[in-house]
């Protein structure tokens, strides 16, 4: 070895722990004795000879020895007993390092089983095998986690009567938390854990090591601002927050000594029973890393991330407000309103969050607006409020029908009435939407709303809008009359149906078509009357009475029928004349003439 053996111990069956002392190089040791007469020259006692150089056993002060100046910290190793490989370990932080020998350091161990004895019977007792005062443990111990290795050992500890005056050169902590005894405690925590006790002693410290355990990682990965780490740390063992908020109590464990282990020291028995008891202290202490996490990508301008990260981590109204608003302030819509919740919480966010979202939008970006209108549940936010905010850029004329947006006509105007249908269905106000489905022209909709509100008669203010949901205006001219009939079949039906019921009279009807000269519309009608379209459900006689009641409805229209019958179905003109009796004849003669 590369270095003398000041203590060893068995840590497990196939590995041995080595308190390791290693000399100084022996450059450092040269220009230590290069520099030695100089130091020497200025010493008031002056007992060394000047003459002396490169001699280090000359003569000294009575009483007095003298020792290197430039010695190591020492260092713990684990050695594989099978591979004679070696387990890369940090040096220890110990008091004045620079003046200690080999003999100065001794290495202590104490087994888990022995530990759990000692903690059970006397907390006392593990003072005494440590051979220290209440005074030393009451000096606190410092845990160092060492990434690469299998131990937290403590940092140099004062005692109580030693003197801080001297250099003491430490080796940087990669823990960063001091841990002491609390007044009144006789044991420190990290006796509690189980596992192996390491004690390393020198002239002026006691040093604790101890197997290193999830909390102590998530300390490490705390320190060094790695939330992303310790975040899905924690998620993947919730019960570490039982480590960190609370030391088991490993004295109500009865190892079993007749289970095998691998490890020579290693407590066979569980010592943490009902891990779900920490789910909720586990969940807890996400939030508050996340939220840690969430802040540091802000610090660092990644938004995008951010958003992401809000949507996984947080979990409480509360802390979704706060973010939401931080998001708003920077002009951040984008980037976090993806991963807003959806459906609402308990207790839920209040609406003023999410209504500030949806008027960012209906002022910048129509598209996104009804994006995140089919996607969060109507009871996030106020429907009144949104509908307004809508309303009044229809009313204002702040958008048109033949505004252009992207090079596409009318775009904004579609979102928006797309948008108050969806808000006005949601509020129970389907009049209003479905009058905007058929601006639209949206026939699927608009022909599910009257069949399940039965709102017919809602569609009697636009009688044609209402048969041309499905004739496009720019093709109204070019599609023949069998494309014609076709797409105006189902709102046709629908009004002949209505017309048996009384909800939207034939007369209502035939004025409005009549009134934009759409005789092939009428002639439609009028042929669905008198064929009695719409009752097909209905068989036997009551279907055949209801048809004679439809045909009874066109008396009405008689000279008018005559005419639409001749021009576009003189068969059905034939059927008419031998059944009513309520024509003209003298219109018979000029309608068959024309």
Known sequence: ??????????????????????????????????????????????????????????S?????????????????????????????????????????????????????????????????ALEAIASLSTDMWNAAINPIINPVSLFSSGASIKSKDSNDAGSSTKVPSTSGTLSSLRPGESVHPNLLKPGVKI??????????????????????????????????????????????????EIGTATPDKTQGSDDFFEETASVVDGMKKYYSSAAKEKRRIGELWIEQLVKAGDWSRAGQICGKVLGSAESWEKWIWAFAGANKFDEISNYMPTEPMRPPIRPIVYEAVLGHYIQANKPRLRELLDRWSTELYDLNTITAALEDQLKYREI?????????????????????????????????????????????????????????????????????????????????????????????????????????????????????VLDRYTFFYLRGLWKG?????????????????????????????????ATFDRSLLMDFLKTSTAYAFEKVRFSCAG
């Open 1 to 58: 070895m590369d270095c003398i053996v000041s203590g060893i111990s068995l840590y497990t069956r196939d590995q041995l722990l080595v308190l390791a002392y290693c000399l100084p190089d022996d450059d450092e040791e040269e220009e230590e004795d290069d520099e030695e007469p100089e130091v020497q020259a200025k010493s008031p006692r002056g007992h060394k000879s000047q003459g002396s150089v490169t001699s280090t056993t000359s």
């Open 400 to 516: 048109r029908e033949d505004s252009v947006e992207d090079g596409e006509v009318g775009r904004d105007w579609r979102l928006v009435m797309e948008s108050l249908a969806k808000l006005h269905e949601a509020n129970g106000r389907n009049r209003e939407a479905l009058k905007c489905f058929i601006k639209l022209q949206d026939a699927d909709n608009a022909m599910r709303l009257i069949k399940d509100g039965h709102l017919a008669e809602a569609v009697a203010d636009d009688i044609p809008a209402f048969i041309t949901l499905r004739v496009p205006q720019s093709q109204m001219d070019k599609m023949d009359p069998e494309e014609l009939e076709e797409a105006t079949r189902e709102p046709i039906t629908l009004l002949v149906d209505e017309a048996q019921h009384g909800l939207v009279k034939p007369s209502v009807v035939v004025s409005q078509l009549q009134e934009k």
């Open 199 to 248: 004690f390393i002693h020198s002239p002026y410290d006691c040093i604790l090591a101890t197997k290193r355990d999830l909390a102590d990682h998530l300390g490490w990965l705390l320190e060094r601002e790695q939330y992303q780490d310790a975040w899905e740390l924690v998620d993947e063992h919730p019960e570490i927050t039982s480590f960190a908020d609370k030391q088991p």
């Open 60 to 124: 000294e002060p009575a009483g007095g020895i003298k020792r290197r100046q430039n010695n190591l910290p020492p260092e713990l190793r684990l050695i594989d007993l099978n591979s004679e490989t070696e387990t890369p370990m940090e040096s220890l932080s110990v008091s004045r390092f620079e003046r200690l020998s080999a003999s100065d350091y001794h290495l202590g161990v104490l087994p888990a089983q022995n530990a759990a004895s000692a903690v059970a019977s006397s907390k006392g």
């Open 533 to 565: 379209e719409g009752i097909k459900e209905h068989s036997g006689e009551f279907r055949e009475r209801l048809v004679t009641d439809s045909k009874s409805l066109v008396d009405e229209f008689a000279d008018l029928a005559i005419h639409l019958f």
